[in-house]
């Protein structure tokens, strides 16, 4: 019976774990005023008539702090990039040389960093959101096992492991934040 109880927190666990990676990985995209390739990794070019990200038609690296270097694999397909990157609408203006675009990043306004720590913020209310899902899914999966005849008391305590990891990720999620947030102000 109490394989059937771990199951459920193992799989609850599972889930939240999933949204922390989530959001840990949605939150690399907000720009901290250094430059990062994931700024631009998921920018689409149209490349003979399919869509695909940038980072299938060229290399991206980060030279210093402040700055995005972008080679093409094919030299025709560096007014694609540009113009991708035009399109995507990111604040940054590409400069093409004829043989890499770079990408100066400027410094963030304070306004800007505002701006941006509260859509670090509302990632991170989707991720509890999500995590607390996985509580309620899971906790009606717990329920039910009553009815299948594991004792109550083993159900409550399962009730009670499970809030306490939900507790674990939603804290872990406000420290994702802080961390970000930290980032994000720092001039």
């Not at 995209?29 to 008539?49: C, S, T, V, W």
């Not at 940038?54 to 700055?67: E, L």
């Amino acid at each position: 019976m109490t394989e059937e109880i771990n199951f459920c927190l193992k799989a609850a666990e599972e889930s939240m774990v999933n949204a922390i990676t989530h959001l840990e990985h949605e939150l690399t995209k907000i720009r901290a005023g250094r430059a990062n390739p994931q700024l631009i990794e998921n920018i689409m070019i149209d490349y003979y008539g399919s869509n695909v990200p940038i980072t299938q038609v060229a290399g991206i690296n980060a030279p210093d702090a402040r700055t995005l270097v972008i080679q093409p694999w094919e030299k025709k397909s560096l007014q694609l990039i540009e113009k991708a990157i035009m399109v995507a609408n990111i604040g940054i203006m590409p400069q093409n040389d004829g043989i890499v675009i770079r990408l100066s990043i400027p410094p963030l306004t304070e306004e800007r960093r505002k701006e941006y720590v509260k859509k670090a913020k509302q990632e991170t209310e989707n991720s509890k959101v999500s995590v607390r899902n996985a509580r309620r899914e899971w906790l009606e999966e717990i329920k039910k096992l009553t009815k299948k005849g594991v004792p109550e008391d083993l159900v409550k305590k399962a009730e009670i492991d499970l809030q306490n990891i939900t507790n674990k990720y939603i804290e872990k999620a406000d420290k994702v934040l802080a961390s970000k947030e930290k980032d994000i102000m720092t001039v």
